[in-house]
């Protein structure tokens, strides 16, 4: 008898899982983004709270935790509980960072790979009355320099330091000497830096560049893309011209949840996210802030991976980690 009840009762424990699952979500979810408001992360996350609402049939409720280049809303969301109403606005640096500091408070694993969201593109910029015209020309000059032309950047292991050495690296040139690095907190800065004649070149976020951009006072020699950019459709991409390493550096934003996501919440994720790649409103905010979706278009758990292999193999070739 008592066996009998004893599968009674994990038959409806069984069953009333499966309809608690089905029923998701009951309540609005909370999205943390792991940045301060109005930068690209912000964007994105508030992006796919108003796309992704119709298709759940509840609210997307957008909350910033910043600090710790991001690892305090990673870590908050890793603790969480998993039951699909905390996810995380993933970027780059959730791979980035643990790649590049072993005492990071977050393993670039440490989550539910739910689906990619999009690339959001770097840009390598030179002021628009500069005399270079092309990537190689400015390599060219960096060359010759000898180490006296400058790049802003945000740091030496941040996203636009890693854009810089790469490139600097696939051309055969000391990542860390050939030219030297400035650093300057927040895109704003950066591109006012360079438009003051205070550095050369510099490669950041799109977003940061473009009105720039757009006013002819900076010139664009390449993007580090997937692709082309529609609103750049001249500028060649890393990969084109072939930069092997800084073919693979962009910014990127992905849909985490905490690790042991239940199954069903990730394929109501996943039918929502096939929604959203077709929808208006997620793709006219994209091409807004310049960026590329690439819903349903990336295997997201190997491309974390793999993101995260660039990072840390970058860090150990040009000496920011020891060499295994």
């Known amino acids: ?45 508030r992006a ?24 305090n809303g990673a870590r908050f969301v890793s603790e ?33 790979f739910v689906g990619s969201l999009e690339a959001t593109p770097m ?19 960096v060359k010759e320099s000898e180490g006296r032309m400058a790049y802003a950047a945000s740091g030496a292991t941040a996203i636009d330091g890693f854009t810089v050495q790469s490139l600097l690296s696939d051309a055969s040139l000391d990542p860390l000497t050939a030219a030297t690095l ?16 205070h550095v050369d070149f510099l490669a950041i976020s799109a977003g940061s560049l473009m009105p720039h951009i757009e006013s002819g006072s900076m010139k664009p ?6 692709k082309r ?9 890393a990969a084109e011209l072939g930069y092997e390493q800084a073919g693979q550096v962009t910014g990127w934003s992905a849909l985490y949840a905490p690790k042991d996501l239940p ?25 807004r802030r310049g960026s590329i979706s690439t819903v349903g278009a990336v295997d997201m758990p190997a491309y974390a991976k793999a993101q995260y292999e660039l990072f840390n193999g970058l860090a150990k070739k040009f000496g920011y980690l020891p060499a295994e």
């Open 1 to 45: 008898m008592k066996k009998f009840i004893s599968g009674f009762a994990l038959a409806v424990s069984m069953v009333a899982g499966a309809a608690m699952a089905a029923d998701y979500p009951e309540k609005a979810v909370t999205l943390v983004v792991p940045y301060g408001p109005g930068g690209a992360s912000d964007l994105a996350g």
């Open 48 to 71: 796919l709270s108003e796309s992704a609402k119709p298709y759940l049939g509840q609210p997307v409720t957008v909350v910033n935790k910043p600090g710790a280049g991001g690892m």
């Open 80 to 112: 969480a509980d998993a039951d699909g109403y905390t996810m995380l606005l993933a970027r780059v640096g959730m791979a980035l960072t643990p790649a590049v500091n072993p005492q990071a408070s977050v393993d670039w694993d440490a989550y539910t």
């Open 123 to 141: 840009i390598l910029a030179v002021k628009g009355d500069a005399a270079y015209d092309s990537v190689e020309d400015l390599v060219a000059a």
């Open 182 to 197: 400035v650093p300057y907190k927040g895109g704003g800065a950066l591109a006012t830096a360079l438009l003051g004649g």
């Open 221 to 226: 020699l390449m993007v580090f893309a997937p």
């Open 229 to 237: 950019m529609d609103k750049l459709p001249e500028v060649p991409t």
């Open 263 to 287: 199954e069903d919440v990730i394929a109501k994720w996943q039918d929502v996210l096939g929604q959203v790649a077709t929808d208006e409103t997620w793709l006219t905010l994209a091409e």
